[in-house]
């Protein structure tokens, strides 16, 4: 495999039959970060509309599959135990927004980071 440049523009021209593959699954990878990446960067909102725009339904109800009543308890079991006892992680910011990594440490899953 080598690189050729024409009026400025890469050019790669592969040599051997296996390349194609290496470059398919460099870009399978490459793909799934991305995804993950996008998906790790959602933040969910307690409003009644989704927020227009996004690739996803950004409503923590929809997230959690959990009603408004049951997750304001989870905030603020969160917030008056300072997480000790639990509840669901968030941020004010003149509104509660709660992260997918938050979510996810809320719904179980080990492997979930701060």
């Known amino acids: 495999m080598h690189v050729e440049f024409t ?8 040599t051997e039959p296996r390349e194609m593959e ?4 460099a870009a ?11 998906l790790q960067s959602r933040v969910y909102h307690l409003g009644k509309e989704p927020t227009p725009g996004k690739s996803f339904d950004d409503r923590l109800t ?15 079991l969160y917030r ?15 509104r509660y927004l709660v992260s997918e990594a938050a979510c ?7 492997n979930a980071s701060h």
């Open 22 to 25: 290496v470059i398919r699954l």
């Open 62 to 76: 929809v997230r959690l599959s959990l009603s408004r009543s049951t997750i304001m308890g989870q905030l603020d």
């Open 7 to 14: 009026n400025g523009v890469a050019q790669l021209k592969l």
């Open 80 to 94: 008056t135990s300072g997480g000790k006892l639990g509840g669901l992680r968030y941020t004010w910011v003149g």
């Open 104 to 110: 996810l440490e809320f719904l179980g899953d080990k």
């Open 28 to 38: 399978e990878v490459y793909a799934n970060r991305l995804a993950e990446a996008e």
